[in-house]
């Protein structure tokens, strides 16, 4: 949801599921206008407000069609001239997921939710399913979709009686929220980096820790109006002064100075996910996942292992779904993908790292159009499995019957003397490890000045942390054979800290060989030319596998903030976003282990504070241990597939 809204962004949050189309050269540009006829309704909800929604219809009447509708914050009208338009006349240049769609035929639905844009009553963050308290206007993302459902069967012609829905971010929300109690016509859902619940490895909180860049990033832009509005035509980009947040964040050090650099419009919504800094009501009763129950609608849930907003939400989606409604489809697809990157683009790579094929267009013509065809038009084909994952690494796509896999055992890669990572417990020999963390020097996540959350860093070169004195460093020998990690990543350390607060940052490692091939990014210039810029090697890359952080005040539950003792030894132990990686043989895992994050996560003064209302006397350096000795065996729990032949 909350990604930096660089023009990839805004074209993802405004332009929903449109895609990008690879046309041949001396092909004719395919036209919306010519296939399809726009309308826009204002639908009746049961309380008497009314929902802006835009139809498109195939302009073919010889047959009938199923709806494939999405639900968004981020408006139904139409990017025209660099600005946000609504009106029958102005057409996007794509409305469908891909051109499949558009070529079969759908009658493509796009609505404002409440309270944004065109639409009437009062929008919610994350619009509590229950709620007893309901206040005018307010409504329930269920029973909005059924009455338009209901709406839409009765009022647009040539209609085949089905419906679909789907949507990404917060539109992923939308669609899981919509099916809940689902009306009948409804046969095919695909929430899709579905924001799922905000404080549990979702968009807000991870551990505990506020994921300060990404959130700043977005809800300086991301602000509620008086509605109905067709404003803001643009969104308004924060002016940081700098182009390097790193320098930005800590010049304000305090999150109180930090919000005071927005105006009151830009604190409104962010202002209320700092304050609610547990897991409070606030947050419980915005967690969708606990109600997601008597679906009728076939799901295919989809994320991106690399996606940095919304990664824990498609898992968290898929597990809900097949636990509470057994007798339906509940799929999953994750693949090599930063946020909503399936929608669009080759899915090729991501920053250095390669994926070797087209994983993009693979989703959308193998596994998304089939699966709505399938269901909506009752086209014949081979069945879904009921998980398609890309195993990254090896660069594979691999089928399961459930995620995470059930031939997947867990294994412990304990922590060990002199920065060694194995299989098995250490032998005697140093107790601990120790660095100190100062917050007003804190760890960066990457090694180039950035605002926002470049997505890039899902899979950050982390060479550059393993040389400073505040970041623990654990490697392996060298590989022997390939290893493949499958589910949930857990650590389990064995802490001390002279503060009475920590975080606790965990980062698992995929490290090249010194003897790596140069790929496909030499830049070659011809004999006498200009020096060129220095090019990043890929031998003894580091690439980011996992990295979460625990705040380490929540290490007995996020409802139960406790403070360290200084000195006293205790257990730290969470779980991280799961993983499908293969470590090649020849190649290294790798554990880092530091204290900050910054300012991916808010600092952690390391005093038991309150961090929303922390003062610049609260940040306090402190040295932290990490022990390996007998009894006090630190290491991370993860799941190993068996060894493939």
């Given at each position: 949801m909350k990604a930096r809204l660089t023009a990839l962004a805004l074209?993802?949050?405004?332009?929903?599921?449109?895609?990008?189309?690879?046309?041949?050269?001396?092909a004719p540009k395919y036209s919306l206008r010519e296939h399809y006829t726009k309308y826009e309704f204002n639908i009746p909800m049961r309380d008497g407000v009314k929902l802006f929604t835009v139809v498109y219809v195939p302009k073919d009447s010889s047959k009938s069609y199923p709806f494939l509708m999405q639900r968004t914050p981020y408006s139904a009208g139409v990017q025209s001239g660099g600005e946000l338009h609504y009106g029958e006349d102005y057409y996007p240049e794509h409305i469908g997921p891909s051109q499949e769609?558009?070529?079969?035929?759908?009658?493509?639905?796009?609505?404002?939710?409440?309270?944004?844009?065109?639409?009437?009553?009062?929008?919610?963050?994350?619009?509590?399913?229950?709620?007893?308290s309901r206040a005018k206007g307010q409504g329930n993302e269920s029973e909005d979709m059924h009455d338009t459902v209901d709406w839409l069967l009765k009022n647009v012609a040539n209609n085949n009686g089905k419906v679909g829905i789907l949507g990404i971010s917060y539109p992923g929300f939308y669609t899981s929220a919509s099916i809940i109690d689902s009306h009948p016509a409804i046969k095919a859902a695909s929430p899709q980096a579905p924001v799922t619940d905000l404080f549990m490895n979702d968009d807000s909180y991870h551990g505990g820790a506020f994921m300060l860049a990404a959130n700043f990033d977005f809800y300086s832009a991301f602000v509620e109006a008086e509605n109905p509005t067709p404003l803001p035509k643009t969104w308004d980009r924060?002016?940081?002064?700098?182009?390097?947040?790193?320098?930005?964040?800590?010049k304000h050090l305090t999150l109180s100075n930090i919000l005071g650099t927005m105006t009151p419009k830009q604190q409104a919504l962010l202002r209320p996910t700092i304050d609610h800094s547990s897991y409070d009501e606030f947050w419980k009763s915005r967690n969708i996942a606990a109600h997601l129950k008597n679906i009728k609608a076939a799901v295919l849930t989809v994320g991106g292992w690399y996606d940095a907003e919304d990664l824990q939400g498609p898992l968290t989606t898929y597990a809900s779904i097949k636990k509470n409604n057994p007798a339906t489809y509940s799929g999953l697809v994750m693949g090599p993908w930063v946020h909503g990157g399936w929608a669009r683009g080759e899915g090729k790579r991501l920053g250095y790292v390669n994926f070797d094929s087209k994983t993009s267009e693979y989703f959308r013509t193998n596994?998304?159009?089939?699966?709505?065809?399938?269901?909506?038009?009752?086209?014949?084909?081979?069945?879904?499995?009921?998980?398609?994952?890309?195993?990254?690494?090896?660069?594979?796509?691999?089928?399961?019957a459930a995620w995470p896999p059930?031939?997947?055992?867990?294994?412990?890669?304990?922590?060990?003397?002199?920065?060694?990572?194995?299989?098995?417990?250490?032998?005697?020999?140093?107790?601990?490890?120790?660095?100190?963390?100062?917050?007003?020097?804190?760890?960066?996540?990457?090694?180039?000045?950035a605002n926002g959350a470049?997505?890039?860093?899902?899979?950050?070169?982390?060479?550059?942390?393993?040389?400073?004195?505040?970041?623990?460093?654990?490697?392996?020998?060298?590989?022997?054979?390939?290893?493949?990690?499958?589910?949930?990543?857990?650590?389990?350390?064995?802490?001390?800290?002279?503060?009475?607060?920590?975080?606790?940052?965990?980062?698992?490692?995929?490290?090249?060989?010194?003897?790596?091939?140069?790929?496909?990014?030499?830049?070659?210039?011809?004999?006498?030319?200009?020096?060129?810029k220095p090019q990043v090697t890929m031998a003894g890359f580091q690439q980011l596998v996992r990295g979460d952080p625990l705040r380490g005040k929540f290490r007995n539950g996020f409802d139960n903030t406790q403070p360290f003792t200084p000195g006293k030894v205790e257990t730290v132990s969470y779980s991280m976003s799961d993983i499908n990686h293969t470590f090649r043989r020849g190649h290294r895992i790798m554990v880092q282990i530091q204290s900050s994050w910054f300012p991916l996560v808010d600092l952690n003064p390391q005093t038991f504070v309150d961090i929303p209302k922390a003062r610049p006397e609260d940040f306090q350096k402190a040295t932290q241990r990490v022990y390996h000795a007998p009894a006090m065996y630190s290491g991370i729990e993860v799941q190993v597939l068996p060894a493939k032949p």
């Open positions: 074209s993802l949050l405004l332009g929903g599921v449109c895609h990008q189309s690879v046309l041949a050269a001396d769609f558009e070529d079969s035929g759908y009658i493509f639905v796009k609505q404002d939710v409440r309270g944004r844009y065109m639409s009437e009553g009062k929008w919610q963050e994350m619009t509590p399913h229950v709620n007893p924060f002016d940081y002064g700098t182009a390097d947040g790193y320098e930005f964040f800590l596994i998304q159009f089939p699966f709505f065809e399938q269901h909506l038009k009752d086209a014949k084909g081979k069945s879904l499995p009921e998980v398609t994952a890309f195993e990254t690494g090896s660069n594979v796509w691999r089928n399961y059930k031939q997947a055992q867990a294994r412990t890669l304990y922590l060990g003397d002199n920065g060694t990572l194995s299989w098995k417990q250490p032998a005697a020999g140093a107790a601990f490890d120790e660095y100190v963390a100062d917050p007003r020097k804190p760890v960066p996540f990457t090694a180039y000045p470049p997505k890039e860093y899902m899979v950050g070169d982390q060479r550059f942390a393993s040389t400073r004195p505040d970041v623990l460093t654990y490697r392996s020998e060298p590989l022997e054979q390939d290893v493949t990690f499958a589910g949930p990543v857990k650590p389990k350390l064995f802490v001390s800290t002279t503060g009475t607060d920590a975080d606790w940052v965990v980062k698992l490692i995929d490290v090249y060989p010194p003897e790596y091939p140069a790929g496909d990014d030499g830049d070659e210039r011809p004999r006498g030319g200009d020096t060129a």
